[in-house]
């Protein structure tokens, strides 16, 4: 009852075979895993670069400041 005996070991091998699929699945579902975080890394990065103009407008000094239209009239003397 101490160690595996050399059956133990086959089956083991067999069993781990079957559920990985041997020639590099593992590998190959790593590197879909790999692309998967790459394209969402990209598209974090893409959805940033699109809010940036945005926001830089409203961080002018004088964005919120700005006097409204109506307030920037100038009358105009035709006299």
């Excluded at 005996?5 to 699929?21: C, D, E, F, P, Q």
């Excluded at 879909?32 to 969402?40: A, E, P, T, V, Y």
């Amino acid at each position: 009852m101490g160690g595996l005996s050399i059956w133990h070991w086959l089956i083991v091998l067999v069993v781990a075979l079957l559920l990985l699929g041997g020639r590099g699945r593992v590998s190959a579902m790593m590197g879909d895993l790999g692309k998967g975080i790459k394209s969402f890394k990209q598209s974090m990065a893409e959805e940033e670069a699109d809010k940036k103009p945005q926001d830089a407008k409203m961080n002018e000094p004088d964005a919120l400041n700005a006097p409204l239209p109506e307030q920037n009239k100038t009358t105009i003397n035709q006299g």
